[in-house]
């Protein structure tokens, strides 16, 4: 039987249009069943295809972390999006990664913390990713995390 393999630059590809494909079904107001399980499918397959990259960072798994932690909150699955914002928060300590990357690591807790209806925690990371996005040092990443911060879902916290 014959494998089936895919060049380095194949992934790289693949990649980037997983990533293309999960944001233009989180941009949408809303999903159908298959539509969400096509989201969790296209971020899972991007960050399978970015770790089989020639441009393979471990930022690119932290990034595919925070994206696989957005889309589990976005389809109310709680506990994965809590995993999946851990390993993201874990890589963003590991990297010591700051501005931009911490501030949407702490996002990624607030909202999976929020979505567990956890919200003393969910506050306490809220504050935590505000401090971050505020500290982001230039003005078109901190003008996006910031509006990015104030998009829902956040489960009715209040902060």
Known sequence: MDTFSLSPEAHHNLGIEMNQQCWRLLDQPQRSAKE?????????????????????????????HWLLARVYTVLERGQDALEQAKACFSLTEELDLDGFDRAYACEAMARAQASLGSMDEAKTWHARALEAG??????QDRSLFLADLAVEPWFSLSV
């Open 36 to 64: 969400g399980r096509r989201l969790e499918l296209f971020a899972l397959a991007s960050l399978h295809h970015w770790k089989h990259s020639p441009h393979y960072q471990p930022l690119n798994a932290q990034r595919g």
């Open 134 to 139: 505020e500290a982001i040092s230039g003005e």
